[in-house]
């Protein structure tokens, strides 16, 4: 079955500067990969997704590019701020109704 | 912004009582999830749901129950807590046609 992997599980970095979080896959029928961030005391929000015939996407501060070849999807997050401080899941969606998830990382934004 | 409630948000009760966690959608998504989680740790899949009548186990083994009577409610049952359940539950949502699921806020379960 599906497996994904993330990294790193903590990332530390100074406000302003750039945030890269990293997911590996390994199920090539997976088409669907979205990235959630979920704040203390919450439950998990969408803040991008996208699908495998697309190689990136952009929303504000925020991208998610693909690479189907190698099985690796990325979080870029520019601009740094504190409200970015959070704990960012990435998963992928093989083909039923399930989504498979990473383990997490914690994104502290230092001031 | 997603429709979907969990009650109670935060609930503390002693070894061997039976609880239900109550998860409710306003969207009409036949399908539906119950996930277990320490807190900022990884997400496990313990039940899902693919409409009315339809309950499947998911891939962390749990000694809860679910049920789906109705659409837009599915809730979990714990028969006798014990402190090994202790953890966040949360339960999610989505659509027929698009992959995204919803979650609702969580509901903190210590079990003392």
């Known amino acids: 079955g599906e497996n994904v992997e993330q990294h790193p599980s903590t990332l530390s970095v100074q406000e302003g500067d750039s945030a890269v979080i990293k997911c590996t896959y390994s199920?090539?029928?997976?088409?669907?990969f979205p990235w959630y961030k979920q704040e203390l005391g919450k439950g998990p929000q969408l803040i991008i997704d996208?699908?495998?015939n697309v190689g990136e996407k952009k929303d504000q501060r925020i991208a998610v590019t693909l690479n189907k070849t190698a099985k690796h999807f990325s979080l870029h997050i520019t601009e740094t701020q504190p409200e970015d401080s959070a704990v960012y899941f990435c998963?992928?969606?093989?083909?039923?109704?399930?989504?498979?998830w990473g383990a997490g990382t914690k994104l502290i934004i230092k001031p | 912004e997603a429709d979907i409630y969990q009650t109670p948000r935060y609930l503390v009760i002693g070894t061997g009582k039976k609880i239900t966690l109550e998860c409710s959608q306003t969207?009409?998504?036949?399908?539906m999830y119950w996930y277990q989680q320490d807190p900022g740790m990884e997400l496990h899949l313990i039940h899902y749901?693919?409409?009315?009548?339809?309950?499947e186990k998911g891939d962390l083994s749990s000694e809860s129950t679910v049920s789906r009577i109705r659409t837009e409610h599915f809730p979990l049952t714990l028969e006798s807590a014990r402190p090994s359940h202790t953890s966040q539950y949360l339960c999610?949502?989505?659509?027929?046609?698009?992959?995204?699921?919803?979650f609702g806020p969580g509901t903190r379960l210590l079990v003392l």
């Open positions: 999610a949502s989505r659509a027929e046609v698009r992959e995204t699921q919803y």
């Open positions: 969207m009409g998504h036949d399908k």
């Open positions: 749901s693919y409409g009315v009548n339809s309950t």
């Open positions: 199920d090539s029928a997976s088409n669907y």
């Open positions: 996208i699908r495998s």
């Open positions: 998963a992928a969606s093989p083909l039923n109704y399930q989504l498979i």
